[in-house]
């Protein structure tokens, strides 16, 4: 059961210890999880549990112990963050620093307002007191927090966090909790007070204000990250478009020395009687018809694209077969259109090419209409175990926020003409599919 100590003047260990549970606990509940279902509650539960009995053991320890035990409650607070979402160190000790403000801001507020009655309203110094502030105080602070955060759930998902961002964290949680802490130490400054009163308004308004500080900042490293992602698309948009105008260049150029070359033949044939060079030209005369036919969609941006990306496998040895209404994406902006199909088309042949059999080194694209929408389906073998996060596959490369941005300008370009896009992986065959409505 809680106590409360005959010492007003500093708050129990036990109410710092409920703030940091019930304060990690709104932030593991708010990001993705590593941990699901029984085992994320027995770790959360074992964490607090060891929280809380470390908390109640040194409350009342000598003063030079102080911030080795503030140091290990922090520490405990990171391992049951890190053990329970989804995140690397930095993300997770980022958080954790936000997670220990908000607590020192929950229980603060909590005692000086039981301080305050007590003092003020002439209340009794019991349990029912006792709790009845706990409730008010923890669930105005958290479920204040709460909504601020929950909005935010799924660009917390996407969230990388810097080494030089997890520094200035760090730096405003030791300002406030220097600041907010200072009268219990310095009682003879211009920012500390010797009166109780005093001390906890102090303590409760640097809190306040330090979470106030961190959430902003936390609303600045999403902005950033937003406006970096938005500009790298954009990137890769361009970069998409100008690869396909070089492709379109160079395939044009192609096509002039075959035209040519026809012209070269024909002569060749009008001046040679010999039979076998006259087999020998008729077969290059039908590989130029194959050259011609292939590829021809309807559509000379997606012509072009196919013809590259057809060339490029050629060269990695995979096999890539495409049946194509190029008609029928005609209501798209050519810069969409190469950015859409290039992206897919280079994530399928990332896949294959890491496939040793070459039997299984395939990608197979339809692109048609089914009455008043476009289908397309990008189909393609694949080794190994993909994971999905929000309904995407991740990226398998090391560098996490630098890549995996394929997918994302699939979404992005598709979600433009109000369409769909889904995936899946089964006994490793990989299948994009996107439907737009084309009215």
Same mark, same amino acid.
């Not at 129990?12 to 990001?31: D, M």
């Not at 433009?416 to 065959?429: E, H, L, R």
């Given at each position: 059961? &809680?106590?409360?100590?005959?010492?007003?003047?500093?708050?129990?260990?036990?109410?710092?210890? !409920?703030?940091?549970?019930?304060?990690?606990? &709104? *932030?593991? /509940?708010?990001?993705?999880?590593?941990?699901?279902?029984?085992?994320?509650?027995?770790?959360?539960?074992?964490?607090?549990?060891?929280?809380?009995?470390?908390?109640?053991?040194?409350?009342?320890?000598a003063v030079k112990w102080f911030i080795p035990c503030v140091l290990a409650e922090i520490g405990i607070?990171?391992?049951?963050?890190?053990?329970?979402?989804?995140?690397?160190?930095?993300?997770?000790?980022?958080?954790?620093? +936000?997670?220990?403000?908000?607590?020192? #801001?929950?229980?603060?507020? %909590? =005692?000086?307002?039981?301080?305050?009655?007590?003092?003020? =309203?002439? #209340?009794?110094?019991?349990?029912? =007191?006792? !709790?009845?502030? !706990?409730?008010? /105080?923890?669930? /105005?602070? $958290?479920?204040?927090?709460?909504?601020?955060?929950?909005?935010?759930?799924?660009?917390?998902?996407? !969230?990388?966090?810097?080494?030089?961002?997890?520094?200035?964290?760090?730096?405003?949680?030791?300002?406030?909790?220097?600041?907010?802490?200072?009268?219990?130490? $310095?009682?003879?400054?211009?920012?500390?007070?010797? $009166?109780?009163?005093?001390?906890?308004?102090?303590?409760? &308004?640097?809190?306040?204000?330090?979470?106030?500080?961190?959430?902003?900042?936390?609303?600045?490293?999403?902005?950033?990250?937003?406006?970096?992602?938005?500009?790298?698309?954009?990137?890769? #948009?361009?970069?998409?478009?100008?690869?396909?105008?070089?492709?379109?260049?160079?395939?044009?150029?192609?096509?002039?020395? *075959?035209?040519?070359?026809?012209?070269?033949?024909?002569?060749?044939?009008?001046?040679?009687?010999?039979?076998?060079?006259?087999?020998?030209?008729?077969?290059?005369?039908?590989? @130029?018809?194959?050259?011609?036919?292939?590829?021809?969609?309807?559509?000379?941006?997606?012509?072009?694209?196919?013809?590259?990306?057809?060339?490029?496998?050629?060269?990695?040895?995979?096999?890539?077969?495409?049946?194509?209404?190029?008609?029928?994406?005609?209501?798209?902006?050519?810069?969409?259109?190469?950015?859409?199909?290039?992206?897919?088309? %280079?994530?399928?042949?990332?896949?294959?090419?890491?496939?040793?059999?070459?039997?299984? +080194?395939?990608?197979?694209?339809?692109?048609?209409?089914?009455?008043? $929408?476009?289908?397309?389906?990008?189909?393609?073998?694949?080794?190994?175990?993909?994971?999905?996060?929000?309904?995407?596959?991740?990226?398998?490369?090391?560098?996490?926020?630098?890549?995996?941005?394929?997918?994302?300008?699939?979404?992005? @370009?598709?979600?433009?003409? /109000?369409?769909?896009?889904?995936?899946?992986?089964? %006994?490793?065959?990989?299948?994009?599919? @996107?439907?737009?409505?084309?009215?």
């Open positions: 059961m &809680l106590q409360v100590t005959p010492d007003l003047n500093n708050t129990p260990g036990i109410y710092y210890a !409920l703030a940091y549970i019930f304060s990690s606990s &709104l *932030y593991i /509940s708010l990001n993705k999880k590593r941990l699901t279902g029984k085992r994320r509650a027995a770790a959360q539960t074992g964490f607090a549990v060891l929280l809380l009995v470390f908390m109640i053991a040194t409350d009342q320890i607070l990171w391992l049951s963050i890190h053990t329970c979402c989804d995140m690397d160190w930095k993300k997770s000790a980022y958080f954790c620093t +936000r997670v220990f403000i908000l607590g020192e #801001l929950a229980a603060s507020l %909590d =005692w000086q307002l039981f301080y305050f009655g007590l003092m003020n =309203w002439e #209340l009794e110094l019991n349990m029912v =007191w006792n !709790l009845l502030f !706990l409730t008010v /105080s923890y669930g /105005s602070v $958290f479920g204040v927090m709460y909504l601020l955060e929950r909005s935010y759930r799924k660009e917390n998902e996407e !969230l990388h966090i810097s080494g030089r961002e997890l520094r200035v964290t760090v730096f405003l949680l030791l300002l406030v909790y220097m600041m907010s802490n200072m009268s219990y130490v $310095f009682s003879n400054t211009p920012f500390s007070s010797q $009166f109780p009163a005093e001390m906890f308004t102090i303590r409760t &308004l640097v809190d306040l204000g330090g979470v106030g500080i961190l959430f902003a900042y936390h609303m600045q490293i999403q902005e950033i990250n937003v406006k970096l992602e938005n500009a790298y698309l954009q990137n890769m #948009l361009h970069s998409q478009y100008e690869n396909y105008k070089i492709s379109e260049e160079s395939i044009a150029l192609v096509n002039q020395k *075959y035209h040519d070359l026809k012209h070269q033949i024909a002569f060749l044939r009008s001046s040679i009687d010999d039979r076998e060079k006259e087999t020998y030209l008729n077969q290059m005369e039908q590989e @130029i018809k194959l050259y011609e036919a292939q590829n021809k969609t309807g559509n000379k941006v997606l012509d072009t694209i196919l013809t590259a990306k057809t060339l490029q496998c050629q060269n990695q040895g995979i096999s890539l077969t495409c049946v194509a209404d190029g008609e029928a994406i005609e209501f798209m902006h050519p810069m969409d259109i190469t950015a859409l199909f290039g992206n897919a088309l %280079d994530n399928a042949i990332e896949s294959v090419k890491k496939i040793a059999d070459p039997e299984k +080194r395939l990608i197979h694209m339809v692109v048609s209409r089914q009455k008043n $929408f476009l289908r397309i389906k990008v189909e393609n073998c694949y080794e190994g175990t993909l994971e999905f996060e929000n309904g995407m596959p991740k990226t398998t490369k090391l560098d996490k926020k630098f890549h995996g941005y394929g997918m994302k300008s699939i979404k992005t @370009i598709v979600e433009k003409y /109000s369409g769909s896009v889904t995936v899946q992986a089964k %006994d490793g065959w990989f299948e994009l599919r @996107i439907l737009i409505s084309r009215e």
